[in-house]
Nanobody
Framework: QVRLVESGGGSVQPGGSLRLSCEVSGYTSNKWCIGWFRQSPGKGRQGVAAIDDGGSATYADPVKGRFAISKDSTKVTVYLTMNNLKPEDTAMYYC???????????????????????WGQGTQVTVSS
């Protein structure tokens, strides 16, 4: 069974940085796609970034140039480094895994959301002065 565990959330001031981690276990295939999503009260789940086993990364427009997604080369751990944080980045952040990924295009967005079947419990990020 695929399991994802997030860590690294917290409270920071605007302009600050945080790094989130997502430890993944249980994939039987060596091909995978892991995405970060976020959700704030009263809003739907929004894709943030995604990365696949080959290291190909994609980003949603609101975070381009500020966030970076990366992976550990020795284990399936995915990181989200968030710089220049803004109050509008405040949300619960979730990592999620695609159930069947054959390679090609790994993206966290509204059209690919149904493909992400495995979810972590979330970690809260609060940006406030």
């Amino acid at each position: 069974q695929v399991r994802l565990v997030e860590s690294g959330g917290g409270s920071v001031q605007p302009g600050g940085s945080l790094r989130l981690s997502c430890e993944v276990s249980g994939y039987t295939s060596n091909k995978w796609c892991i995405g970060w999503f976020r959700q704030s009260p009263g809003k739907g789940r929004q894709g943030v970034a995604a990365i696949d086993d080959g290291g190909s990364a994609t980003y949603a427009d609101p975070v381009k140039g500020r966030f970076a997604i990366s992976k550990d080369s020795t284990k399936v751990t995915v990181y989200l480094t968030m710089n220049n944080l803004k109050p509008e980045d405040t949300a619960m952040y979730y990592c999620a895994g695609v159930a069947f990924y054959a390679g090609g295009y790994c993206y966290a967005g509204p059209r690919t959301l149904p493909d992400f079947l495995y979810w972590g419990q979330g970690t809260q990020v609060t940006v406030s002065s």
